[in-house]
Each structure stands twice: as C-alpha cells, then as structure tokens.
C-alpha cells in the first residue's frame, strides 16, 4: 500500500489520481464544515466552483422537492444571497437536519471537483481522521493524500492532518510511504500539540483576524466525529461505518 500527498489543488493531476483512494483535506474550514453538516443530519453536501453555479444547483434540487441551504465563501467571509458562511459552527442539526447543502468555498470545493479521477474519494478534517484512518486501512488500496492548501499554496494545517492520517493508518498496516508523505508523518508526530504549530499558519491568522478563534477551535478538534464520507457523482454523503 503506498502514500504520497499532494500539497495544494494547484498541484492535482488526473493521473495521479487514478485507481487511487483520495483523501480529501481543507482543514480551515471547507472539509471542517463538509464533516460537521453532515454528522449534524444534513442529507448531503454538493461542493461547486462558481457562485453562480451554486444559484444554479439550488434552483434544480428546489425544483425536486429538497430543502436546501447555500454556503460557503470568499475571502473567508459570507457569499451575498447565501444562506451560511463557511463557518462549521453555523450549520447545527437543527439547521440542516435532512437538508441538501451546496457549498462553494475558495480552496475546499475547489480541490474536491478537481478529484473526480479517484477510484474512491473521501473527505476528512480532524474531526473525523481517526475514522478516515480506519477505512484506507479497512480499503487496503494506494492513497493519495490531497490537501487543498490556500490560493494555490501550501498550507500547514493541512499538510498536518495529513500526517495524522498517515501516523494512523502505519499503525495498522506497512505502508510504502513516498518522501513527501514521511515528511508530512513527521511534522504531525513532532507537533502533536496542534494549536501551538498552527499558530503561525497563514490562514489561520486570516480566521483569527476575523475573530473567527471558536471556528479554529472546533477544526482543531481530533475525532469528535466517526463519520466516513465519500465524494461521488458530484455529491458527498456519509457512509454507514
Ligand atoms: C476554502 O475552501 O478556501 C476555505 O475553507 C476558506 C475558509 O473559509 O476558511
């Protein structure tokens, strides 16, 4: 079984996704809100690019019947005519319990519809790494590790929860990790203290800036939720695990 990463959406290349278990990341905030709404009871997330395109898709799932809510971001704050930020703490079970979310968020969704070559894709944040962990073990297939990072750019905190992941599934099973996967093990392994190393990451101080803290907060959070979710045909669910 082998592991490599990829360390921004910029970098994403169909081929390298072939026949490979993709794992989804976009720690701040996108794959932190995809993993909340869902565990919250929402039916289903579609991740889109454009603004429009999310006018569009609510406008298609209103016309089948589906409560839907739009969310997501630019610049890290709300999209006008959208219902949500892309802040996790705004979408409670009571909020969007059965509902379909379409999101559209700048790094996030954008990662997401650029991995549609993967044999299986699954999102994960720290919420829910430990039962991602699990089910590449559970697969037993090549991975890939995508992490969406910022504009283009390498993130950290991505990069880290990568790590975790990768720390976690080496414990179950050897694995042939690549130089870039070994390095994002290590960087997790030596900063288990998450909230210390990622103080300095850049958008995090973009998040702190907006007092957004309570946010950080909860994506730091490691495995409040057993949730596995899976990206296919354009829609992401929860699996029963
Ligand atoms: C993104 O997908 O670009 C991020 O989730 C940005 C954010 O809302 O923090």
């Known amino acids: 079984m082998k592991i490599d990463v990829i360390v921004s959406a910029d970098y994403i290349k169909e081929s390298l996704l072939e026949n490979k278990v993709v794992v989804v990341i976009d720690v701040l905030r996108a794959t932190s809100v995809i993993t909340t709404a869902l565990c919250n009871g929402a039916e289903e997330v579609i991740p889109v690019l454009t603004v429009e395109e999310a006018f569009e898709k609510k406008k298609e799932l209103l016309s ?74 559970r697969l037993n297939k090549d991975i890939v590790i995508v992490n969406s990072g910022t504009n283009g750019e390498f993130s950290m905190d991505d990069f880290i929860c990568g790590g975790y992941i990768i720390s976690e599934v080496v414990k179950e099973v050897t694995c042939d990790l690549s130089d870039i996967s070994k390095v994002s093990k290590s960087f997790y392994e030596s900063n288990k203290n998450l909230r210390n190393v990622l103080k300095d990451a850049k958008h995090y101080e973009v998040l702190k800036a907006l007092s957004l803290e309570e946010d950080i907060e909860h994506c730091l959070s490691q495995n409040i939720y057993n949730i596995i979710l899976k990206y296919e045909n354009g829609i992401i669910k929860k699996m029963q695990n």
Do not use: H, M, W
């Open 64 to 137: 089948l019947g589906k409560e839907v809510i739009l969310g997501g971001e630019r610049q890290a704050l709300k999209i006008e005519g959208f219902d949500f930020t892309n802040s996790p703490l705004e979408y409670k079970a009571e909020k969007v319990k059965n509902k379909s979310i379409v999101l559209s968020t700048t790094n996030g969704t954008r990662a997401l519809n650029s991995c549609n070559s993967g044999e299986v894709v699954l999102i994960a944040s720290f919420l829910n790494g430990k039962a991602i962990a699990k089910e590449l073990v």
